[in-house]
């Protein structure tokens, strides 16, 4: 039966996909490219986190052994990926410039602060901090007493950020006595529940972006042995930091995609939005770091 199960994933993860479009009531994503990511580095892999520059030339991607890779990415005329150039790499530090070891070392989401620095979330140890430099000491942000109550391993996996600075996190799964995702704000240097959202069907969230004050995208991720992993693209509209209505941009077929866990936007010089999946290959030689780009349509 293992032998079996062996053969149906390296059968389907090497039939080829092609473009397609999901089109909901309003808004549309449509495949831009994928492109498989390699690096001669015996600590590259878990890639749980990407945040790129406004521009999506610049990218920042973070493991979940807390090892962080910077870069450049090189696109042909149509914004199509054509390579990830790592040109520094490390591992991030805690609060004493030490190296994180044990339960301290699971990174799983980042965000840019656009003056200066990046929050990142951690699980096991579930906490955020700020790093004014990826190679520099971070800093403990102040903790909702809810982040006290995740089950073990699904924690904050999902941070977003508006143009004003607010945070917003979402964890994999509600904290213990809560039966829908809270969405936590971080503002005036303390947090807050704006709402909550229901994820069904045995979906996580694993990572997040503000598209723009009023529209939330969260990525979704389910794995099981008969249909492998799936995922989820949902957009959650908020007013007046009140969720009013969602909808899912993109659901998987099963064996259609690796284990996709981070998720970053950009635009390109005449405005397009972009968004950026990377997938996490859990050090697994049946997995790959494979990027996947759509273009957002209003």
Known sequence: MQKNLLLLVIIFYLIPFFTYSITTNKWEINLLGSKLITH???????????????NGENFVLISDKSYYFKGKIIRDNL?????????????????????????????????????????ISFESNNRIMYHEALNGPGKFLPKHPDFDKFLFNDGIEALAIKKNGELFAIPELPPKGKEHHPIYRFHDNEWSIIDEIKINKDFKVVDAEMIDDENLIILERKFSFYDGFKIRLRRIIIE???????????????????????????????????????????????????????????
């Open 40 to 54: 001669e580095n015996n600590n590259f892999g878990g890639i749980s986190g990407i945040t790129l520059s406004e």
């Open 240 to 298: 007046d930091n009140t969720v009013i209505n969602s909808e899912i941009l993109l659901e998987s077929l099963p064996w259609e995609y690796y284990n996709f866990e981070g998720l970053s936007k950009w635009k390109d010089r005449e405005g397009k939005i972009y968004l950026t999946l990377i997938s996490d290959n859990q050090f697994s030689p049946l997995l790959k770091t494979e990027v996947r780009e759509f273009i957002l349509k209003k």
């Open 79 to 119: 914004n199509k990926i054509l390579d990830f150039d790592i040109k520094d790499q490390g591992q991030l530090f805690s609060s004493k410039k030490e190296h994180l070891t044990g339960r301290n070392v699971d990174s799983e989401s980042i965000v840019r602060v656009k003056e200066n620095g990046f929050y």
